[in-house]
Nanobody, 125 residues
């Protein structure tokens, strides 16, 4: 069963930065489009960013555009989410998920699989 593992969350002050990692064990991440999502307490899960299997195509939600950067290192079987200028409203559990590249470069939530357990990001002073 394909499953991803998120890491890198923690407590950070407003304006700070964190880098999240999404890793795969037992399979090659390079065959998959990867998306980052988050879910804040009491809110629905939100799609943040998506990266194609080659890394050549990326997209971002308006809420994080210009502050977050998605990237991948297929040799390390890892996808990253660099988060800068963090705000209290970025507090959430962050998840990554996958979709085989044969289905394209987008990350529709319902089409994603391999959800990990998430990593908690708390932005607070």
């Amino acid at each position: 069963q394909l499953q991803l593992v998120e890491s890198g969350g923690g407590l950070v002050q407003p304006g700070g930065s964190l880098r999240l990692s999404c890793t795969a064990s037992g399979f090659t991440l390079g065959y998959y489009t990867i998306g980052w999502f988050r879910q804040a307490p009491g809110k629905e899960r939100e799609g943040l960013s998506c990266i194609s299997s080659s890394g050549g195509t990326t997209n971002y939600a308006d809420s994080v555009k210009g502050r977050f950067t998605i990237s991948r290192d297929n040799a390390k079987n890892t996808v990253y989410l660099q988060m800068n200028s963090l705000k209290p409203e970025d507090t959430a559990v962050y998840y990554c998920a996958l979709r085989h590249r044969q289905y394209g470069d987008s990350c529709p939530e319902r089409g994603m699989n391999g959800w990990g357990k998430g990593t908690l990001v708390t932005v607070s002073s």
